[in-house]
């Protein structure tokens, strides 16, 4: 990792990691239109086509995936395995649950009753990677809170789910698991074909053609966001160099892209994190690939600059040392307080979601959740005596916005100002 002085060199690459929009998938995004296009004019001959070529799943595999088949994972899975799973998968629900918004009703005036009505999505699309590791944990980061939210039809995507995703299927109960990938997937998800019909959303982590894909649909088929290579930084004024450079490492194994910073005042501090962080990478290839494109150590003058450069990072993963440092945070999609708060904790079976936001997201929003699969639907009712309260004022507005229309249907109630 290279340790920069922010009033030096440090600048610039403070600058190129503020703004990571041009991320991988804006690059494939020619390719990736072409593949969403042939599969919503082609259906599931495009779709199989496809797969055969950029999966390398042979067109007489089956597209569906039985549930015989996820329960035959779920058997064949040695019982530590499952026992995890399981632990996971009760954290992630009690986590979820305690997400999901409620219904509400108001009177803000006699005779008027307004409120909220929490409606689940109708069905939701889940991707789950299975490229360079087998992610059981995203199946159960995407589809419990999904289930938790009341979507009726939960549909998972991946092109080759290792026997660890199936089992994590079964034991959730999934009915509809396709073996397909990629923006086809994306395409098949959003648009339809006659083996898999659409969705109302897709969410999920993915590689640089399925982000590109997403972003394509966004308009036909909703979408959680945009989610590029992982993202760590942890902010410390006092921390243990072992831990610290530990979660460097492992974020950093996610892919040669990740960006893993270390952000402190103290110059004794960087160089022994950029010590250990090397150490620890030496046996990890693609971790330490990752760290010697985008592993940064930035020594700051002073703790304050520290704090606001990790806001102006707005990373996806954050450590910092204290639960008192919450009162700087504002932009971080998940947050780890002190030394003893591995970050891999949180990617399996602590409960908050780890689909978060990258490339600077976490400005606007955080993680997956029961929010990402419902609705919040006002509604309102009145009674003749709620009209006369409320109505004058409604009508002066609207003969002042011009719209004698909607003045008119007041009066109609009779109602007058």
Same mark, same amino acid.
């Given at each position: 990792?290279?340790?920069?002085?922010?009033?030096?060199?440090?600048?610039?690459?403070?600058?190129?990691?503020?703004?990571?929009?041009?991320?991988?998938?804006?690059?494939?995004?020619?390719?990736?239109?072409?593949?969403?296009?042939?599969?919503?004019?082609?259906?599931?001959?495009?779709?199989?086509?496809?797969?055969?070529?950029?999966?390398?799943?042979?067109?007489?595999?089956?597209?569906?995936?039985?549930?015989?088949?996820?329960?035959?994972?779920?058997?064949?899975?040695?019982?530590?395995?499952?026992?995890?799973?399981?632990?996971?998968?009760?954290?992630?629900?009690?986590?979820?649950?305690?997400?999901?918004?409620?219904?509400?009703?108001?009177?803000?005036?006699?005779?008027?009753?307004?409120?909220?009505?929490?409606?689940?999505?109708?069905?939701?699309?889940?991707?789950?990677?299975?490229?360079?590791?087998?992610?059981?944990?995203?199946?159960?980061?995407?589809?419990?809170?999904?289930?938790?939210?009341?979507?009726?039809?939960?549909?998972?995507?991946?092109?080759?789910?290792?026997?660890?995703?199936?089992?994590?299927?079964?034991?959730?109960?999934?009915?509809?698991?396709?073996?397909?990938?990629?923006?086809?997937?994306?395409?098949?998800?959003?648009?339809?074909?006659?083996?898999?019909?659409?969705?109302?959303?897709?969410?999920?982590?993915?590689?640089?053609?399925?982000?590109?894909?997403?972003?394509?649909?966004?308009?036909?088929?909703?979408?959680?966001?945009?989610?590029?290579? /992982?993202?760590?930084?942890?902010?410390? @004024? #006092?921390?243990?160099?072992? =831990?610290? &450079? %530990?979660?460097?490492? $492992?974020? !950093? *194994?996610?892919?040669?892209?990740?960006?893993?910073?270390?952000?402190?005042?103290?110059?004794?501090?960087?160089?022994?994190?950029?010590?250990?962080?090397?150490?620890?990478?030496?046996?990890?290839?693609?971790?330490?690939?990752?760290?010697?494109?985008?592993?940064?150590?930035?020594?700051?003058?002073?703790?304050?600059?520290?704090?606001?450069?990790?806001?102006?990072?707005?990373?996806?993963?954050?450590?910092?040392?204290?639960?008192?440092?919450?009162?700087?945070?504002?932009?971080?999609?998940?947050?780890?307080?002190?030394?003893?708060?591995?970050?891999?904790?949180?990617?399996?079976?602590?409960?908050?979601?780890?689909?978060?936001?990258?490339?600077?997201?976490?400005?606007?929003?955080?993680?997956?959740?029961?929010?990402?699969?419902?609705?919040?639907? /006002?509604?309102?009712?009145?009674?003749? @005596? #709620?009209?006369?309260?409320? =109505?004058? &004022? %409604?009508?002066?507005? $609207?003969? !002042? *916005?011009?719209?004698?229309?909607?003045?008119?249907?007041?009066?109609?109630?009779?109602?007058?100002?």
């Amino acid at each position: 990792m290279r340790v920069l002085r922010t009033a030096g060199r440090g600048a610039a690459a403070i600058a190129a990691l503020s703004d990571r929009r041009n991320a991988g998938h804006e690059r494939v995004l020619p390719q990736a239109r072409r593949i969403v296009d042939t599969v919503q004019k082609g259906g599931d001959a495009a779709l199989l086509r496809l797969r055969a070529k950029l999966d390398g799943i042979s067109p007489q595999t089956q597209l569906r995936i039985t549930e015989d088949e996820m329960r035959a994972a779920w058997d064949g899975t040695p019982e530590p395995v499952r026992q995890a799973l399981q632990l996971a998968a009760k954290n992630i629900r009690a986590f979820a649950v305690r997400q999901r918004p409620k219904d509400f009703d108001l009177q803000p005036a006699r005779g008027v009753t307004t409120g909220q009505r929490v409606i689940p999505l109708a069905s939701a699309g889940c991707y789950v990677p299975s490229g360079r590791y087998p992610l059981p944990s995203t199946l159960l980061m995407t589809a419990i809170p999904a289930q938790v939210a009341g979507v009726e039809r939960i549909v998972v995507v991946s092109p080759r789910p290792a026997k660890q995703t199936l089992a994590a299927a079964s034991l959730l109960g999934v009915k509809e698991f396709y073996r397909v990938g990629g923006a086809q997937a994306i395409a098949a998800l959003a648009y339809g074909t006659k083996s898999i019909p659409r969705v109302d959303k897709i969410v999920g982590p993915g590689n640089a053609w399925v982000t590109a894909a997403k972003k394509l649909v966004s308009f036909d088929c909703a979408i959680d966001m945009l989610a590029g290579p /992982t993202e760590i930084v942890v902010t410390s @004024e #006092g921390g243990d160099a072992s =831990g610290i &450079a %530990a979660d460097l490492v $492992a974020q !950093a *194994e996610h892919d040669p892209q990740a960006v893993a910073i270390f952000i402190t005042s103290r110059a004794e501090l960087a160089k022994a994190v950029a010590a250990e962080t090397k150490l620890r990478a030496k046996s990890n290839k693609i971790a330490r690939e990752a760290l010697t494109r985008n592993g940064i150590v930035l020594v700051t003058k002073s703790a304050e600059e520290a704090q606001e450069l990790t806001n102006r990072i707005a990373p996806e993963h954050l450590t910092v040392d204290s639960a008192a440092d919450m009162a700087w945070v504002r932009n971080a999609g998940s947050v780890f307080i002190g030394r003893w708060s591995a970050q891999p904790l949180g990617d399996y079976v602590s409960g908050p979601n780890h689909t978060l936001p990258t490339s600077g997201l976490a400005r606007v929003r955080g993680g997956l959740s029961v929010l990402d699969f419902v609705k919040l639907v /006002t509604v309102q009712e009145y009674s003749k @005596e #709620g009209v006369q309260r409320l =109505g004058p &004022a %409604a009508i002066r507005l $609207a003969n !002042a *916005e011009g719209l004698a229309g909607h003045a008119e249907a007041i009066r109609a109630r009779g109602a007058h100002a």
